[in-house]
């Protein structure tokens, strides 16, 4: 089969693979690790003892919730971008609609199955209103409905956004600046770098746990190549690694080939020198100051920064300017 006659569902993957693997470095983007078993085991990484970040996300959530909302002085609507199952926003969602008894939440993801389990999961908040829209917000126009005398809160958390390079993740906050008037907020929820509470140990470990979660995760796309594409990957001829990049203070996951082989993807060989990586993912770890730069360059003012007592990760309030 060639690219030109493949069914469109298996174009865009087949298309990204090839594009990733005939040119060197290899990589491939991490939206292909999101099927149903690499969500599965996504949600089982947020639970590992290793990987802090969803924990300490919600604690901050459930520390500060009222003074985030009180420092807000209006009834809000929440927008959440990426929302997926929302199952650390119901924290924030509670508080919200105890306080203004009347609640709008507009979730937006790719994941039309995402979005039902967060309506199913939420569906016992007293006044809230759940308004789903299933769009990719990096490719696709979303749109944010704006209620009278409420200002927008829009949800970015999870450090989704260290997912991206600076200039994706700056982009990706401009669009949404853009659907916002000035006073609206955004709230950020970002992983920290290493720092005197938190050692590059740390953080390898999040990314390469004890139980083999990660390696499993990081395996998943693999995996999905060989069902989706047919391609020919042996997952034993390649192993997980995590990777500290300081320059770019970055954690970064990669499969290493084993050895030198030759892969079968659609109607090409591709060839695998023995050591050669697919650098499968980015997650770049902020200091307050990049992050304060990355919110003012989209047009965002810094007006609280929350975080743990061994700052390793950190909730950004920031407003509309
Ligand atoms: C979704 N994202 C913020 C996670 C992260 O930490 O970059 C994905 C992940 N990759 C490996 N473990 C978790």
Known sequence: M??????TVHGAVLQTALSGLTVTPKSLPPWLFYDERGSELFEQITALPEYSLTRTERALFTAHADEIFAALQSPVTIVELGAGTATKTGVLL????????????QPIDVSASALEAADASLAGIHGLRIQPHVANYITDPYVITRQQDTKILALYIGSSIGNFAPAEASAILRTLREHLLPGDALLLGVD????PQKSVATLLAAYDDAAGVTAAFNKNILTRLNRELDAGFNLDAFAHRARWNAAESRMEMHLESLTAQTVQLADRRIAFAAGETIHTENSYKFSTDSLSALLAGAGFSTTHTFHDSAQTFAVTLATAV
């Open 2 to 7: 060639t690219t030109a006659t493949l069914p």
């Open 94 to 105: 509670h508080a919200a609609a105890a306080r203004q008894g009347d609640l709008l939440y």
């Open 192 to 195: 920290l770098a290493p720092g």
